[in-house]
């Protein structure tokens, strides 16, 4: 870590914005210094859309641009994303692909953990190891809880007008980015 | 399971489940001594929607039980939940929220409370450990599976859609229609909306 970087408030916000318990941010600043820091100048890409996922990243400061491709293979702005946050973190989870493509809008830092530490600390019986489980499932169940709220304002919208299917995707589309951690 | 009675009864249940195969014996011995086990009745509330999201959550040894979410109108089932599995557990590891669901007993149930205590003051014990494994792999299921009912059930209606136009156009033969899941119910006649057609998934998909 950069001495420049302010990693216990850093760490701070991330224990309130996943709202772990009080005392927590100690064991999220140990987790944080075995990362591997990198400044990301605008444009730059952290990862692509289907690419193999190697690497997970903690985003502490500056915002992240993800994109998506469609059915025609469009380049599509999903959101913005703020610091703090998780990227990545899915990928080594379940081996699956990227599922966007994260680009920085602005000068960034993100934190960056490759698969095999991920793999390493997950598992381990480590206070680091223990904070990363407690911060991924926070934010799993963020994911989930919000995508779920989504789809139930689909099906059972307040109103009794009916929406068409077009407006239904686009509602579809927005749970299944939450899903994926690309929209809160 | 009636039988569980003693710790040593418990700890040999713990050990049958899957999240905590290949755990030490000790290790599930000692986390029997920071939970409790607890019987339900059939249709018995663990928690409701809305109550604060209290200091516990609980895994189930036996029995099954029911996810419900009231929207504005309807009460939906969301998902069963099985022996194996956690419940409850955003009182683990968050703070401030309410309950986002109804949880209710289906059959006579039996379950471990793990206190939030319990897991906060023992971050590197074996089964605890275990325990945060496995719900990490069934959150990810959970999202990836979800995931891909939103992504059936555009399908099944665009496909839908296609097949009617084609109808419409005097066609004989049906258009290829994407693979249809296997517990897929059988196109009513009158068209579905997009959004119907997500309700019936939604209630019957199994997310676990």
């Known amino acids: ?184 | 399971m009636s039988d569980l009675n003693s710790p040593r009864a418990i700890a040999a249940a713990l050990q049958c489940l899957e999240p905590l195969h290949g755990v030490p014996p000790e290790a599930v011995a000692e986390l029997v001594q920071f939970t409790t086990v607890v019987r339900f009745g059939p249709n018995q509330a663990l928690f409701r929607q809305g109550d604060p999201v209290g200091d516990v959550a609980w895994l189930l040894l036996s029995g099954r039980m029911s996810v419900r979410v009231a929207t504005g109108r309807h009460q939906r089932m969301m998902a069963d939940i099985w022996p194996g599995e956690i419940v409850g557990e955003a009182a683990l590891y968050t703070k401030g929220h309410t309950r986002s669901a109804t949880v209710v007993t289906a059959a006579p149930t039996v379950a471990l409370v793990i206190p939030r205590a319990a897991i906060l003051d023992n971050p590197n014990q074996p089964a605890i450990i275990a325990l945060e494994l496995h719900l990490l792999e069934a959150l990810a299921k959970r999202l990836r599976s979800t995931n891909a009912v939103l992504q059936r059930v555009v399908n099944e209606q665009r496909s839908a859609a296609t097949a009617a136009a084609a109808r419409r156009a005097g066609y004989q033969r049906t258009p290829p229609v994407t693979a249809a899941p296997p517990a897929a119910q059988p196109e009513p006649t009158e068209p579905l909306s997009l959004a119907q057609r997500l309700a019936r998934w939604f209630d019957k998909a199994d997310r676990t």
């Open chain 1, 1 to 184: 870590m950069s001495p420049s970087t302010d990693l216990s408030a850093i760490s701070e916000r991330f224990r309130a914005v996943y709202k772990l318990p009080p005392g927590s941010a100690e064991a999220v600043a140990s987790l944080l210094s075995v990362c591997e820091l990198r400044a990301l100048n605008v444009g730059e890409v952290l990862f692509t859309e289907r690419e193999p996922g190697l690497t997970a990243y903690f985003l502490l400061s500056g915002k992240i641009g993800v994109s998506r491709r469609d059915t025609r293979g469009l380049s599509l702005d999903v959101s913005t994303l703020a610091a703090p946050t998780l990227l990545g973190q899915m990928s080594l989870l379940d081996d699956s692909p990227r599922s966007a493509t994260c680009t920085a809008v602005g000068p960034c830092l993100v934190a960056a953990m490759d698969r095999a530490r991920f793999q390493e600390l997950v598992r381990g019986d480590s206070p680091r190891g223990s904070v990363l489980r407690r911060l991924l499932i926070a934010a799993m169940s963020e994911q989930l809880a919000g995508a779920n709220g989504r789809i139930l304002a689909i099906i059972d919208p307040l109103t009794d007008f009916p929406v068409d299917d077009e407006t239904t995707e686009h509602g579809i589309e927005e749970a299944a980015r939450v899903l994926d951690g690309w929209k809160a």
